[in-house]
């Protein structure tokens, strides 16, 4: 509890937010009681919850933007309103406290006036570690994750004496108790340290996702399989817990985000900061924790405005059961009212819902032990968490069912999308006449060829003459929009030769040549593919300096790797190739060498001299994919420097949830990451599957594994295959190709779900006839998940010799 002052001057810091319930959507208002004048206060960042507050009110505290004291603010309004300032003063009093009391009206010059944002920057050096970035800012404390001089990734909490005056006292008990549980489940302790006025905790960084997230993907999912997953998770969040109560420990902040699950599906539980030994209540300690978990006994206090009891074995494991019903359904146990006290008389008085409440279907058994564990009273809840953990351990739970049988049928929940899509491709509709609406018309990224090589692969896939001919119909029709307006450039859409250059085959008539000869081989046409590989050959000689993974020079590598694949399907049956395979060698190792020179004269990744990204499209990922599958093609050697780099670009990943992720630029410290296979994880997965599959080495596999975990674990970038979830599709299909593990298709087919889900939410539908930004790209995803053995990222991935 703060103590006040009123004689002190307050401030209402400038990342408060004050706006009108008329200016905020009134669907995120529903079950808010508010009177049209009214206002909502907030603080983003903040752990307390935003505030209905009076337009009376919102104008008092409008006073303290530049600094007042109460008794000052409240004279000056009572003057303007015509009030009593005594009256006024007893009206106001608690609401303007329980402000204090939240840190938003604070002590003018106080560290708690200044906004909500990191003490350091990225990069920053902190008691010997490498601060890389922040993870969370609030009003009394900052978690960064850290690296030290030995490589160890860390999890670094700091506390400040000027926002917080405790601060040693907080940070040296969570200490103690870490160093008691000795890691596992719990955090490793590292050290604890002060510098200045700041105290500093070190930790051991627990790899893992929110509990609810890895619980998410399994609730579409058939319900025998979701059923034994979802148990898994609940037997191994309460194995977690049974592990700390028997080390005498009591964690007194449940919630999702503090029980963490990693890609073995073990639970670790992290944040500490409200845990007490058993019977042994922390002095000052003023229980908290997440609403939703809150135990009745603690709501009935607050509802009374009385002492807040401490945390017990009984307290915890209703908040432990809320948690496991929240895993069992996605929901919460009850309906929870969004006003403070309705909602505490819910927590009070209110019994858990069926799970068919939800449209989960009903699990007796499991409710059973839940409503025991959620029980009002205390004394009717088990009588420890060993007991309810044996209890739940003990369900008997059909086996799993075989995953591949799942995948195999993802495609029939989405036929009519698929369906939708394929009929705008007919030759006979607008599109084929007018071109694509919006961007370049010809190209393989956003125009006709695009919709060719879609075409192209299903037929293959199908084994379609029909479907093949329109591929070829398609790719013609691409050469003849390639001479007319918006054919390859488009400035209207920033696709202009400044940008995309002369020779991209993904983005410039050199694709168009790549398709002719992918057609011809697949229909035996020898003569024109031929005629294909000497027109691309023509067509990315012309100059340019750029060395980029889509837009320069190495773009090359990836058609030349195509081209060469193709021309290795027809050896021996005619002469014919040879020469046109000869001279496609002789092109590519040339473009590779050129590639090479100049990555032989950047600095490390990551330097300020180096080449700016680090993904597939654009960046280090790319230049070494492309790299790497020209060789393999064309069993070119590798250049001498291609390990060393990729133990460079190696060196610059994150840890994150289950996996790694990288930055976008690996210069300095610019730490910002993105999730689509343009900039982030999921092209990782290529480039170290490929890493691995041509060089060896078992780390290469373990860093596509971990991209492929961040890969599955985030979303984001909307549906297509550039930035959004249909890359995630291909890359999960690359990694269950290389893996042979069957739970990687499973996951591929629940991003393809989520990809179909997206386009509907995508308002923009000017590129849906795109292959790499539109529904079309969505729509190739599910075709190719119905052949995953066989499945290609496209224009992206070779297939194998045949």
Not at 406 to 427: G, T
Not at 528 to 554: E, S, Y
């Amino acid at each position: 509890m703060i103590d006040v002052d009123i004689t002190e001057k307050l401030i209402l810091p400038s990342d408060v937010e004050l706006t009108r319930v008329t200016d905020i959507n009134q669907e995120r208002l529903t079950g808010i009681a508010f009177d049209k004048d009214d206002w909502i206060l907030t603080r983003p960042g903040s752990r307390s919850p935003s505030s209905v507050v009076s337009d009376a009110l919102a104008q008092l505290l409008d006073q303290f933007r530049g600094g007042t004291r109460i008794v000052d603010a409240v004279i000056a309004y009572g003057k303007r309103a015509e009030k009593d300032s005594q009256e006024l003063l007893d009206e106001v009093w608690p609401p303007l406290n329980r402000f204090i009391q939240a840190k938003w009206l604070v002590p003018e010059g106080s560290l708690l006036a200044t906004p909500l944002n990191p003490w350091y920057s990225n990069g920053a050096n902190l008691a010997g570690l490498t601060l890389l970035r922040c993870l969370r800012v609030r009003e009394d404390s900052q978690v960064y994750q850290a690296r030290s001089s030995a490589g160890e990734y860390l999890a670094v909490k700091i506390l400040d004496e000027r926002s917080t005056p405790n601060a040693g006292a907080l940070l040296s008990a969570e200490a103690c108790i870490l160093q008691h549980l000795g890691g596992s489940p719990s955090p490793a302790f590292i050290d604890l340290t002060a510098q200045g006025s700041r105290h500093v905790l070190m930790m051991e960084w627990c790899i893992g996702v929110p509990i609810t997230a890895a619980a998410r993907p399994h609730y579409e999912g058939p319900a025998k399989v979701a059923r034994c997953q979802i148990h898994q998770l609940l037997v191994s969040l309460l194995e977690s817990y049974t592990s700390i109560h028997s080390s005498g420990v009591l964690h007194g902040d449940v919630h999702p985000e503090n029980a963490i699950v990693d890609s073995d599906g073990r639970t670790r539980l992290i944040d500490f900061g409200l845990a007490q030994f058993i019977g042994k209540p922390r002095e000052k300690l003023l229980r908290g924790g997440v609403p939703e978990y809150m135990d009745p006994e603690l709501a009935q206090a607050l509802l009374d405005d009385g002492p807040r009891p401490e945390t017990t074995i009984q307290s915890e494991q209703y908040s432990l059961a809320a948690l496991c019903y929240k895993l069992a359904t996605g929901c919460a146990y009850l309906n929870f009212p969004k006003e403070r006290g309705e909602f505490l008389k819910a927590v009070v008085e209110l019994t858990p819902l069926p799970f068919t409440a939800h449209g989960t279907p009903a699990w007796p058994e499991l409710e059973e032990i839940l409503v025991k564990a959620l029980s009002k009273d205390p004394a009717l809840r088990f009588t420890s968490t060993s007991d309810m953990a044996t209890r739940i351990a003990q369900l008997n739970i059909l086996p799993k069912l075989p995953v591949p049988e799942m995948s195999r049928s993802s495609a029939c929940a989405s036929a009519p999308f698929v369906a939708q899509v394929e009929r705008r491709l007919h030759v006979g509709q607008r599109i084929y006449s007018q071109g694509v609406a919006a961007g370049p018309r010809a190209t393989i990224m956003t125009g006709a060829a695009g919709i060719a090589y879609y075409l192209l692969r299903i037929a293959i896939l199908s084994a379609s003459p029909d479907l093949l001919a329109a591929a070829d119909q398609w790719t013609e029709r691409a050469g003849q929009l390639a001479a007319h307006q918006r054919g390859i450039y488009d400035p209207s859409s920033g696709a202009t030769e400044g940008v995309i250059g002369k020779i991209s085959p993904f983005h410039t008539d050199a694709g168009i040549a790549l398709m002719r000869g992918l057609v011809a081989e697949a229909r035996n046409d020898l003569s024109g593919l031929v005629m294909a590989v000497r027109a691309f050959i023509q067509l990315t000689g012309r100059p340019c300096a750029a060395i980029d993974p889509t837009l320069g020079c190495a773009s090359v590598l990836i058609g030349s790797a195509l081209l060469a694949r193709a021309l290795q399907n027809t050896e021996g049956k005619s002469d014919i190739t040879s020469k046109a395979s000869s001279d496609l060698d002789t092109h590519a190792d040339k473009i590779l060498r050129y590639v090479w020179e100049k990555l032989d004269r950047c600095g490390p990744v990551g330097h300020e001299s180096s080449v700016r990204y680090t993904g597939v499209a654009h960046g280090w990922a790319g230049l070494l994919y492309a790299t790497l599958m020209w060789s393999e093609v064309a069993g070119a050697p590798l250049p001498a420097s291609v390990e060393r780099r990729l133990f460079e670009l190696a060196s610059l990943c994150l840890p994150e949830g289950r996996g790694l992720v990288w930055p976008i630029e690996g210069r300095s410290t610019y730490r910002e990451v993105m999730r689509g296979w343009c900039h982030g994880a999921p092209g990782h997965v290529h480039l170290w599957n490929a890493a691995h599959r041509i060089l060896g080495s078992r780390e290469y596999y373990d860093m596509a594994i971990k991209a492929a975990w961040s890969t599955f674990d985030f979303a984001g970038g909307g549906a297509s295959i550039c930035c959004g979830e249909a890359g995630r599709v291909f890359a999960l299909l690359s990694m269950y190709r290389h893996s042979g593990d069957p739970a990687w298709l499973y996951r591929a087919k629940e991003r393809a779900m989520r990809a179909v889900s997206q386009v509907n939410l995508n308002g923009d539908r000017a590129f849906e006839n795109s292959l790499y930004k539109g529904e079309l790209g969505v729509a190739l995803a599910i075709r190719e998940l119905e052949y995953p053995e066989d499945a290609l990222h496209p224009v992206f991935e070779v297939a194998p010799r045949i």
